[in-house]
């Protein structure tokens, strides 16, 4: 072990990545609230594609008393010049790129006010650069040196209830156009393909179709990068038979429309979804999520999560946006100034290619 003394109520200490992963471990059991994001299981996989080294597992002790009081996992990386310190020493949340809702995990009573300050003497040289928090993990007033910003939000809605419950809080045309476009696919030979394995050929489906909408769009995901894309392929692996739920539609014998969601602890989240537009009539972005809603309530959920993006369809399911925080540590005064400085010139050049965009269009 490698420790720091803090001069607050808790301790930080670097541990192991095995003593990490058994702690993370440990916590699923001590901390239900915990997200899906910064699990066990998300641990693992990340360290499967990033390599055990760059993953920084952190235990939390109380200093009064010794005892373990909580636990987390940050990704090592190194600044990029947008921070205004590239190539510095920087932490944060794995891949939190495509996670929502990250916190320490606790063995006890939750102490918001105090995993910070441990943090920042521990690693007192280093960029902390932590998105997408859960905002029931952070304190009303930040340590010194901490800037808090909004995170993106995620869209959710706890305690769905059954099947029927669910419909019927639904606007009765939502309801009904859901009703038919599932009978138009099943008229126009449609047929499902459900599964809890991470099949290679069907995981390579549904990315790309995930793919080929987005890039229909001329949208830009964190997905499309290849090591976001395998470490989702390593959840798929690490979920398979108990939380992945994988489904695909075929008609004419190829695959026109496939989402890969989670289960975590009765919390449905749906990570990747694509389909064919040359079947746009049969709404099938909509449709696959509600196959995949349909044969999973009735086995009991607490929450419906389709994590980030402001699309009407999430409202049409009855979702209801959840904020997320960002909170950075630049490292230091002169560094803090620095990002400030970048970011203000980053968006003075927007603001000028806006405006040349806007008159080139008069």
């Known amino acids: 072990m490698n420790d720091r003394a803090t001069d607050g109520p808790l301790r930080a200490t670097v541990v192991t990545p095995a003593e990490g992963l058994d702690l993370a471990a440990r916590a699923e059991t001590a901390d239900p609230a915990a997200d899906f994001a910064g699990s066990a299981t998300w641990l693992q996989a990340a360290a499967e594609v990033l390599g055990e080294d760059r993953l920084v597992h952190v235990a939390l002790t109380d200093r009064a008393t010794g005892e373990l009081a ?123 393909l459900d599964g809890e394995a991470a099949d290679p050929a069907l995981l390579d489906a549904c990315f790309r179709l995930h793919r080929a909408r987005l890039q229909d769009k001329g949208a830009q995901r964190a997905w499309f990068a290849a090591p976001v894309e395998l470490f989702l392929r390593k959840l798929a692996q690490g979920t398979a038979g108990r939380g992945l739920r994988l489904s695909l539609l075929a008609r004419d014998g190829r695959y026109v429309a496939a989402c890969l969601s989670f289960v975590h602890r009765r919390r449905f989240k749906a990570f990747v979804s694509g389909w064919d537009r040359a079947h746009a009539r049969l709404d099938l972005g909509r449709q696959v999520l509600y196959h995949q809603l349909l044969g999973e309530l009735p086995r009991g959920l607490d929450e419906i999560d389709f994590l980030g993006g402001d699309l009407a369809y999430k409202r049409e399911f009855g979702l209801h946006r959840q904020p997320t925080a960002d909170v950075i540590a630049h490292g230091g005064t002169f560094a803090a100034l620095r990002a400030r400085a970048v970011a203000g010139a980053i968006a003075a050049v927007r603001s000028v290619r806006r405006r040349l965009r806007a008159e080139a269009l008069r």
């Open 70 to 192: 909580g636990a987390l996992a940050l990704q090592s990386r190194r600044a990029g010049w947008r921070t205004g310190s590239p190539g510095r020493a920087s932490l944060g949340w794995p891949f939190a790129e495509v996670g929502y809702g990250f916190r320490p995990r606790w063995f006890g009573a939750a102490r918001p006010a105090h995993w910070l300050p441990a943090l920042r003497e521990l690693f007192p040289g280093h960029r902390l650069d932590l998105q997408r928090c859960a905002p029931d993990a952070l304190p009303d007033a930040l340590p010194h040196g901490f800037v808090r910003t909004e995170g993106p939000g995620t869209w959710v809605l706890a305690q769905p209830g059954s099947t029927e419950q669910w419909l019927g809080s639904l606007y009765g045309k939502h309801r009904r156009d859901l009703a038919k476009y599932r009978r138009d696919i099943q008229k126009a030979g449609g047929q499902w």
